[in-house]
């Protein structure tokens, strides 16, 4: 039941914020989403699953009621956690957290919405990662997405009603597409499933029940699902081209909704594309591997070359987690245990990483109001400690050994290369792997001419040091990163655990 | 079938017997045509405006209370019919009388809604009118 | 007897009728006159077959339908008055202060 | 639990409905007492009391499984004019909770004007009309209950006699009911015609022998449906909706768009489901499932196409719930010999009971804004949020409640009729349904963008609060919540109702 | 309740569809006027009930002309003069008995004035209006002695419909006379008629529920039985007796429902000049007078039905006593005239409204009751 107490605490919190005065929501807020980041702690250090949860492995926290049936399908409460989902649960906690923290400067208006809506995101995030029944994963997951409209649209910039409206309508028309993609393949499961449960659905489709519906083959129904749902995923993640949307978002988002978005929910994304469609049909994934992984080449060189051409720091920022994500689908693709796993541990580095820069980027902007790289220079004069997070951030992007992201770009690359999923593995993971190089020169391109040199901006106020509150999440997701980078082990071997079932498949690969 | 031709004749003999009158007066009076005697009667006075004047509301309203009363009454003659017959055919009194009262028990409370909210009030003083408009405004 | 396929054919007869003077008219009260004459037709159906069939269940049911239709009319009288306190006419297309 | 009918004598099962009647009599004779003082609190609390009574006696038969398959099947009174099963007291639940909402809101709405007692009253009595239209087992009473939910709805939308919109309203909805039912009485002479009887069971036996009198028997079907299409707001009787809706008092609105609509529907269900059984009518060549769905493509695509083009608030709402009438027609379209007819039915009965909840609170939100004196456009709510952040939110959860969007009662209503019609092989309504949800998004979410995200376009002076119609519009909201987690039972119930209807 | 009337298929006591085809051919429960005729004239068929009907109506018609004709220009002012104390018509004729014919010649020859502006067909319709519907009420009233044209099934209730068809005579003749005073009068006429028409229809009702059936030979026939017998005599079971109460209703009603005093609304002359009937002039005036006289008694042949035995009576024939009852009824309209002042027009709907609606409810109920306890 702890999954529940940590989704219903969150729930709770997100209310009693909601009606707080605004003059104390957001210590209110801080104080009481620590409740949730204890919580998982406490699941992360009694974790005992095995296995995926998918793959008739042993769930961590499980707990399954029969919810209500319609129509001869049961659907459930259903949660737990396994070892994908546990890292995630805990990268959302943490982050969660440390991004209301730094929301006290920037937000300075309705605070209590801010702060119960960031809560209520939190607890929705949760649900997404613990859910084990496709249905209400799913009412998690659309779920999600409201107070990410609100929190864009009231509180963004200048033109945050577009970038609002965009986001919805992009990630709410690739649900739909999702949606009809997995029902129409529950329903050619027949009678072999009577529940959306998702466990029960996978087996049922790895043993390959899937029958014609309305008269479309199997094979057909299968690729068109798969195509669809990835479809769905892909603009969440977001791959190139559905990627427009994210700059956007980000752009306009204050900082603490930017690390938020770019921290957790583009995981959800790749989590999504991990539990459905790569260990569920993994024949049709693997049927397909030439088209994703020259999609997950593109969005790495293609978001890369994007971010090189940026000013803005934030949409530096936010193009190059297109190109991180890129990565993941590689990691994906390979199947192999490296590159499964390396990808979802690629998926809480990039959290941590993108969530430190944004939340960086957001503590230079409060000082400077600006975040046009050719509008300052010099700010390691004035914010000496922000500017040394910041690049070390910007190092772990790049990959820089002993941090988060050098780990998971190395288990993807490893994982990739060694891949024999379609006979150009090694070849696209080189090209990929070029995409490190533009990442180095676009981050050291624009590190170089904001922080280092003379100190330049027109302001008539004194640029100083951030405050307290601002600087230590930045310690924060700093160490944390560090940690991961040192002892990838803490998370990395619970996902393997995780992630090696669901590599075992019909097939010939192995 | 018959009796209703027979009321059919009785209903011809009646519209006969006026229109025969109106022939054998067609035939009988004279007419002579003379400015100022077909002007509308209006005291000996000019007639002015137009002969369909505004007249009270009350008149809208028990037409209103009649319609609904008197098809009201369309529906209590079936039951008249019948009550009898259907008492002595074995029904018990609860049985046929009891719909009857509720029924007309609804009547009364409409009657009486109808009397109290001034429905059937032909002349209303001016101090109650006003204390409407006072609720109105 | 006359036979009851005529009665159907006189019952759809004043229902076209109505149904004509429903499409033609824009004076309230001939609208309603028209509606009158729609249900009127349907209770000749009701007769009529009430006869053919047998039973009474159409005749009670045409009472029932009298009934409604003068309810009907007291309720439309009451809106077309104050159709016309407020519009100054009862023909039905003036009333177009909608969208506003 | 203990079947009800070993307990209480058969005519209670009735009582929710009586309940309502009886109301509409003690607002009368309360009335009656001082007609000249306006006691606003005592006639919304007669309303609200006798609603919430209908409403819990009417759940606790249900329940109780009165007039269920479980416990003895349908009760039947006056010879089966009259039917008490699940079907009539679910939607019986719908319209006292409705009722009950429409009476606490229009305690604010309502001050300083006139004929209050007679409001209230004939809300009630719409109310009873609607709920014996629920348990019409004759044609005769279906006639004649649907009159007796019209004939006050009527005049409770010209209710505001001094505004020509709500007149210019009541006059539109009164010309086109009134035409309607005089199509759906010659309708019903049909039918009368061709079978000799009114009682739906023995419509259903007797119409399969129509021989050459089918072409009648069609017609008879099509005007019977027409006078649905009417009371549900479906094209091509559609017309009246967006005006009355708009022009109507905002509670009435509510009302109307909500418990007329399931009235309309109950009895739908009921009279084709029993009286034209598709096994043996379909094969005549009446083949009125067919007539259903292409109403029901029509109207949603029509609703949802007009309401994307509106600039007032209550008016898009109006055709947002001529669209819903198409979603709910598909209870009647997904229908085939040996379908899954049931669950069908039974989801689309629970998508008008959750609709009721976030339909009438939506249109309640329209009128606490009217209340506040706050324009009708989108415009006008620019910045409602700042000033009053808990409606805004409830209103909030309408709106995604109507679009479908997962976390509230409206995804899963939806989704189960998606559902019911696909498993009955009609997935292309539901493909059609689907997509008028996502374009509904689109001015559903304009609502929500102009309260929470536009900026104030000038300065607002809200006043007080007016206490009912907040706290109608947040049971609204919390039912609309609660009806996500709890629509297990809700759709078990209701689909458990319709298949008995064919069994 | 509801049981009954929606029940498909179950006989109720008013015969089913095919009962009543079954009555046509036998003829209803007494033998009629126009059977009488045709079967002097060795007539049958249809040809025989067209004949019959067309030569019995015109008896009966003819018979309520030569009443009214002697009420209206001889008896009225007779009997006027007598409450006066003068001496009315007596130089024409036995007892002034000729002056019928010299008004009848009158009157007929008057010019036919038509004031400007009328509305032409209705204008001349309202005037055939009102006798055609007086005297369609007699087709179903028994007279006595065989003299009844027709006997169906729904006898009284069409005879309140028949006498209902005035009203639209009254409003059609103050509308179309584009005259002030016209039209008000009608609207009174009409506010008056519709005030009273429930209390009548009511109290007729409590009648009926004794009697079980609307036909009227029956209900006549229900009043033969002897109630009681005081000192040798039988006092006959008339519903005058039964239930006074209804009789004193109905007679009130009845007098509002043809305009006589204390009712005479419509055409009081010192209010409104002669009310819908102002610009009427010639045969046209003499339509309306008939009209109104023929109403008269079939008010008094009403009331003779439901509450006086209807042709019932010793000794004479049936018919004598019939127009005896009538008379009766004349008379005391007349007496009324000279006797009862003029009620206000707001005090006549609110005694209609408030007083003899509920009393006719208050009557029907505890009618119902008692046949309830009786029966």
Known sequence: MIIEALIAVTFIAAMVVMLAPDEVAGRLAAVLSLLPVVGSLYMWSGFDATGNALMGGSVAFETKLSWLELGGYTLNWHVGVDGIALPLVVLTTLLSTLAIVSAWTPIDDRQSQFYGLMLFMEANLLGVFTALDFFVWFVFWEAVLLPMYFLIGVWGGPRRKYAAIKFFVYTNIASLAMFIGFIALVFGLGDSVSSLDMPAIAAALRAGELGSLYGIPAATLQSVAFIAMFLGFAVKVPIVPFHTWLPDAHVEAPSPVSVMLAGVLLKMGTYALLRFNFTMMPETATAFAVPIALIAVISVIYGAMLALAQQDLKRIVAYSSVSSMGYVILGLIAYTTYGVGGATFQMIAHGLISGLMFMAVGVIYNATHTRMVGDMSGMADRMPVTTGILIAGAFGYMGLPLMAGFAGEFFIFKGAFASTVTAGMPLYTAAAMFGIVIVAGYLLFAMQRTLFGAFRLETDYEVGPAALHETVPLAVLLVTIIVLGVAPDLFFGMIQDAVNPLLDFGGELS | MNQWIAIGALGLVGVGIPIGMMVVSALLRPTITEQGKTVIYESGEVPTGTAHVQFNIQYYMVALLFVVFDVETVLIFPWTLIYRPALEGGATLAQVLVPMLVFIGVLAIALVWAWRNGAVEWVKSPRASRRKTERQS | ?100 | MIPIQTQLPTWAAVTPTLLLALTALVLFLVDSIDPDSTRPTALAGIAALGSVSALAVAGWFLLAGTGQTGSGGAIELYSGAIVVDGLSLFFTVIFASVAAMVSVASYDYLRDRTYQAEFYSLVMLAATGMSLMGSSGSLATVFVSLELTSLPSYALVAFLKKNRGSVEAGLKYFLVGAVSSAVFAFGISLIYAVTGSLLLSEVASAIGSAGDLVGVAGIGVVMIAGGFAFKTASVPFHFWAPEAYEGAPAPISAFLSSASKAAGFAVAFRVFAVAFPIDSVVSMGIDWPLLFAVLAVVTMTLGNFAAATQENVKRMLAYSSVGHAGYALIGLAALSSGGPNGSVMGASMAHLLVYGFMNTGAFLFVAMVEHWDVGRTFEDYNGLATQAPVACLAMTVFMFSLAGLPPFGGFLSKYALFYGAIQGGFWWLAAVGAINSALSLFYYSRVVKAMWIEDPSGTFDLGATPLGIYVAVLVAAVGTLVLLPAFGPVVETAQSAATALFA | MGSVLLQSGTPTPTGTANASAANASAGGPVTTLPETISGALGLSGTLGDVVGGLIGAFLIANIMLGMTALAGPWAKRKITAAFTDRIAVNRVGPFGLLIIVADAVRLLSKELIVPDGVDRPAWDLAPIILPFSALLGFAVIPLGSGLQLADPETGIVFAFAAASIASLGLVMAGYASNNKYSLLGSLRSIAQNLAYEIPLVLTAASVILFAGTFRTSEIVAAQTETLVTIAGIAIPGWYAFVNPFAFVLFLAANMAEIGRNPFDIPEAPTEIVAGYQTEYSSVYFVLFYLGEFIHIFLGGALIAVLFLGGPAGPVLPGFVWMVIKMWAFFLFTQWCRSAVPRVRIDQLIEIGWKGMLVLSLANLVLTAVLVGVIA
């Open chain 3, 1 to 100: 007897m006359v036979p009851v396929q005529w009665y159907l054919l006189l019952a759809t007869a004043v229902f076209c009728i109505g149904l004509f003077g429903i499409l033609t008219r824009q004076n309230a009260l001939l609208f309603l006159m028209s509606v009158e004459l729609m249900l009127n037709a349907a209770n000749i159906n009701l007769v009529a077959f009430s006869a053919y069939w047998g039973n009474v269940t159409g005749q009670t049911f045409s009472l029932f339908t009298m009934a409604l239709a003068a309810a009907e009319v007291a309720v439309g009288i009451g809106i077309i008055l104050v159709l016309y306190r407020n519009f100054n006419d009862v023909d039905v297309t003036l009333a177009k202060e909608m969208r506003w």
